[in-house]
């Protein structure tokens, strides 16, 4: 993969319908299923959209919008509607299976349904983000919490997710370890993993930590006014791409926006499986400052739609990421400064990359009338570790 930046999607799939279950985890039918357990989550609010003019025109481009998703029910990240929510269904489940009756969703923050949540413990693996939503849900609705960091993970992000009462522990290695390690540990204690990342036998939970992001596409859908003509979406194992892809899919099928998926070049699992044709895992190397896209191996459920919906993997330098990172900090003209961090700009990162590369531009078909999405999932999660960046 040396020297490659940008690969096509030439799957068979590609253009292809979701089925059901995709559809439900990925999709639009999955909206409604989220919809009905906002009464779990009293604090909802949807977050802004935001456009960058300034910058559009900076880049020859029509417009640029993005998702600020930094305020996201105080977590600073997307993942808040993807583990919470997904906690909040496995409470919801056990709490009814335990009482013998239905339960609404806002009775899981009660005290009778907690008292019966306390008995369950769950747990995960994470770079940051995942663990820190998985951990507040953990807490509003009374279970038990165990959190898996692998080594590289930074104090600052570990001291995020310990405040919401979850028990730490670390692990040597990447984040693929720290991933095997809690499936060990919860076989062994009883707990229930509430991971991002599905592989054949474990596809449910990681399809509701999916499911849970489909507000966040409707929230866009409602807010834009215009169609986009491509979008630009960061991946770790691919789980927002894929739902950001397949959303799109069914809404606007062969009028959709080209999709490419964007990937630290020290960590792009999905680019080499659109290469090899299928699934594979790669060899991890030297880290990536884009920490929540630290992964070696994609999700089975996301990679499964985006073999169907996504049109393009495109890698970024380090350094690409810190500029996009200071980019939106400190933006040109009278764009709003927007605190967003080194992993939550890749996309940003791709689009500036794609942009400064006249090849791929002409591949990707950018030019004046171009309207660009991003989704800048994160805040600054590591507050000393986003103003050394900012520094740099």
């Known amino acids: 993969m040396t020297g490659i930046r940008l690969v096509k999607n030439t799957s ?18 999955g909206v409604a299923e989220v919809q009905s357990f906002l009464s779990a989550f009293p604090d909802y609010q949807p977050t ?3 456009e960058l003019k300034a910058l559009g025109r900076s880049l020859g481009l029509g417009t640029i919008m993005i998702k600020d998703e930094g305020g996201r029910y105080g977590l600073s990240s997307f ?3 993807g583990g919470a929510y997904a906690v909040a269904r496995v409470v919801h489940r056990y709490v009814e299976e335990q009482l013998g009756r239905s339960v609404a ?3 899981l923050s009660d005290d009778a349904c907690k008292a019966v949540a306390r008995q369950l413990t769950i747990c995960c693996a994470t770079d940051g983000n995942h663990g820190r939503s998985v951990a507040s849900g953990a807490q509003k609705y009374g279970c038990g919490c165990v959190i898996f960091l692998h080594e590289n993970v930074t104090q600052g992000r570990e001291d995020a997710i310990a405040q919401f009462g979850a028990e730490i522990i670390r692990t040597k290695g990447n984040y693929d370890d720290s991933v095997a390690a809690s499936f060990r540990m919860a076989e062994e204690n009883g707990w229930t993993v509430i991971s991002d990342f599905s592989r054949a036998g474990y596809t449910e939970i990681p399809g509701l930590v999916m499911q849970g992001y489909t ?5 866009i859908w409602e807010q834009s006014d215009k169609a986009y003509t491509h979008i630009f979406v960061q991946a770790g194992v691919g789980g927002l791409a894929a739902v950001v892809a397949g959303f799109y899919l069914e809404k606007l099928d062969g009028h959709r926006p080209k999709l490419i998926v964007v990937e630290p ?8 499986s659109a290469q090899a044709g ?3 895992a790669m060899a991890p190397g030297e880290e990536t400052i884009m920490a929540m896209l630290e992964c070696y191996e994609p999700s089975l459920s996301a990679w499964e739609v985006l073999e169907k919906a996504a049109d393009y993997y495109l890698t970024v330098e380090e350094e690409m990421a810190v500029t996009a990172l200071k980019q939106l900090a400190h933006p040109v003209g009278n764009d709003p400064s927007l605190k967003i961090g080194e992993s939550g700009a890749s996309g940003l990162a791709g689009l500036l990359t794609a942009t400064s590369d006249p090849a791929i531009a002409r591949e990707l078909g950018l030019n004046e009338n171009s309207r660009i999405l991003l989704i800048g999932t994160e805040g600054a999660t590591d507050e000393a570790l986003y103003q050394k960046l900012l520094s740099r």
Not at 18 to 29: C, E, R
Not at 215 to 219: H, V, W
Request: with cysteine; glycine share 6%.
């Open 215 to 219: 507000l966040m596409l409707n929230e």
């Open 278 to 280: 299928s699934l594979i």
């Open 105 to 107: 969703p806002s009775e």
């Open 79 to 81: 993942k808040a509607l």
């Open 265 to 272: 070049e020290r960590a792009n699992c999905l680019q080499r």
């Open 48 to 50: 802004p959209l935001v």
């Open 12 to 29: 068979t799939q590609l253009g292809k319908a979701l089925d059901h279950g995709q559809s439900l985890i990925a999709g639009i039918a």
